[in-house]
């Protein structure tokens, strides 16, 4: 239940966090526009306009980053809160909070790694091109897969 409703809020956040994903990366890779550097919503209005809000503009790379925030998600609070169920309650506040951070610390690790193909993939689609004009990395998998092959 807990990793469930983890990859529910982790998918209804990538949702709502994809389209700045998408500004950020955009104003990121322009280093020619460094001097004078358009705003955020004057970057959002031009990708609307150019490439609309869809899958090739303000929402490049959803998939991506549904995957990024669900599965991070989904690992996270599924493993933090059932071994937190497991493991015994300390009486002692120090040694409780030191079992609470343990536990996280070792939960956002493991969901980190497991998150970290799908965060590739968000870069590499969301990001700049190998080839200007041509477009290499279009879907999460896919992507994952030729980096895989590519990169190791």
């Known amino acids: 239940a807990f990793a469930v409703a983890g990859l529910g809020s982790g998918l209804t956040e990538a949702v ?3 389209p700045f994903e998408v500004v950020k990366v955009t104003l990121q890779t322009n280093r020619n526009a460094f001097t004078e550097q358009p705003s955020s919503f004057v970057q959002a ?3 609307i306009k150019t490439r609309g809000l869809g899958f090739q503009g303000l929402n490049k790379g959803l998939t991506a980053t549904l995957g990024r925030h669900g599965v991070f998600n989904m690992v ?3 493993f933090y809160f059932n071994v937190k169920n497991i493991l015994p309650v300390n009486k002692d506040p120090n040694l409780e909070f030191l079992r609470k951070f343990g536990i996280g610390l070792v939960s956002g690790t493991i969901a980190s790694i497991i998150n970290i193909p799908f965060d590739v993939a968000k870069s590499r689609i ?3 091109q190998p080839v200007p004009g041509e ?3 279009r879907t999460c998998f896919k992507t994952m897969a030729t980096v895989y092959k ?3």
């Open 135 to 137: 477009i290499k990395y």
């Open 150 to 152: 590519e990169e190791g």
């Open 76 to 78: 996270y609070f599924g």
């Open 16 to 18: 709502v966090v994809n």
């Open 45 to 47: 209005r031009e990708i």
């Open 126 to 128: 969301q990001g700049p």
